[in-house]
């Protein structure tokens, strides 16, 4: 067990649908990480987000946004969406977001679009 | 820009037999190289990592890792495989760019199959 929660475990949704998966990082660490996994496109970075701010960006969709709260937890909103969006969304956090950090990933967010 | 490579999608061994996989980067500032495994239907946990010093890294599950600098290859190897060890495997580079935001670059993972 990593420490980091991400809610829900399976969705399953249409397109054009928005759907809102939730993460909670480790105690103690400031900096959460979205992450999607394909299989055409491999693992890739989404956004970063330290203490509330979005600290980096990666190839992440204008359909998808991120947020992080005052409680550290993050949401990642997908809207519009379409039927290649269908992935595993892996949230992670680390400490203080460094490059040298271990970052620890939660279990997933496996998203079906029908 | 930095780049990983992960020669193999499928690595097929012996239980008990050597395993070697193979990860090459491209950087234009020193790296930092993570190996990471992940179960089935699992998320990734973290094997081992070179951030400065001994290139020699040593991980968990007897896994170890290389960092070879005049051939960017960051290596990873275990002398005698498990039947557990059968999972995927990923290489990953911190994007360092301008800033150092942690931002992780995958290679596109290696299958371990170990068969008994």
């Known amino acids: 067990d990593s420490g980091v929660t991400q809610t829900p475990k399976h969705l399953i949704t249409a397109t054009g649908q928005r759907v809102t998966l939730r993460c909670s990082p480790r105690?103690?660490?400031?900096?959460v990480y979205w992450y999607q996994q394909s299989l055409d496109q491999g693992l890739q970075f989404l956004i970063q987000y330290y203490n509330g701010e979005e600290r980096a960006k990666g190839n992440i969709l204008e359909r998808f946004s991120a947020q992080q709260f005052p409680d550290l937890h993050s949401e990642l909103n997908l809207s519009s969406l379409e039927l290649g969006d269908s992935a595993l969304y892996f949230c992670?956090?680390?400490?203080?977001?460094?490059?040298?950090?271990?970052?620890?990933f939660g279990p997933g967010t496996r998203l079906l679009v029908l | 820009a930095q780049s990983v490579t992960q020669l193999g999608s499928h690595v097929s061994v012996s239980e008990g037999a050597l395993v070697l996989l193979r990860c090459n980067y491209s950087s234009s500032v020193p790296p930092y190289l993570f190996w990471y495994v992940q179960y089935p239907n699992q998320g990734l946990q973290l094997l081992l990592k070179y951030t400065t010093g001994a290139t020699l890294v040593k991980g968990i599950n007897g896994f170890e890792a290389e960092f070879k600098k005049s051939e960017t290859s960051f290596h990873l190897t275990k002398p005698s495989a498990h039947m557990s060890d059968a999972a995927e495997y990923f290489c990953a580079v911190s994007d360092l760019g301008s800033s150092n935001t942690g931002k992780l670059i995958f290679g596109q993972g290696t299958t371990l199959q170990v068969k008994p």
């Open positions: 105690s103690g660490d400031l900096s």
């Open positions: 992670a956090s680390s400490v203080a977001g460094q490059g040298t950090e271990t970052q620890y």
